[in-house]
């Protein structure tokens, strides 16, 4: 007996899925640059690791159909840490009692 999911819940048409997958290419890829900008390698080599994957299999198939499925970026999406704003200590020292040394 196997199990099958509802195809409503799939998308189809190839051309389709290989839009939306190099939609989430892009964003992953201007992700990159923003965390290169901000200084975080790490997080930047994540992304440029996810864009590539993405770009390989287009690549040797030589169709911009070829692509792996896009729910697969969705996740690399939102694994991917993002760059955020870091609070400097001493602007949160100097606003926790604001009359007061410490």
């Known amino acids: 007996m196997s199990q099958r999911l509802p195809e409503e819940w799939f998308i189809e048409d190839e051309r389709t899925n290989a839009a939306i997958a190099w939609l989430f290419a892009a964003v992953l890829a201007l992700s990159a640059v923003g965390n290169v900008l901000a200084g975080e390698l790490v997080t930047a080599t994540t992304a440029v690791v ?44 100097s606003s926790r009692c604001p009359g007061r040394l410490a």
């Open 50 to 93: 996810a864009v590539v994957v993405t770009v390989v299999p287009a690549w040797v198939g030589r169709s911009w159909r070829r692509t792996i499925p896009w729910p697969l970026l969705a996740l690399t999406y939102v694994f991917t840490p993002r760059t955020q704003q870091r609070v400097q200590p001493e602007i949160v020292k």
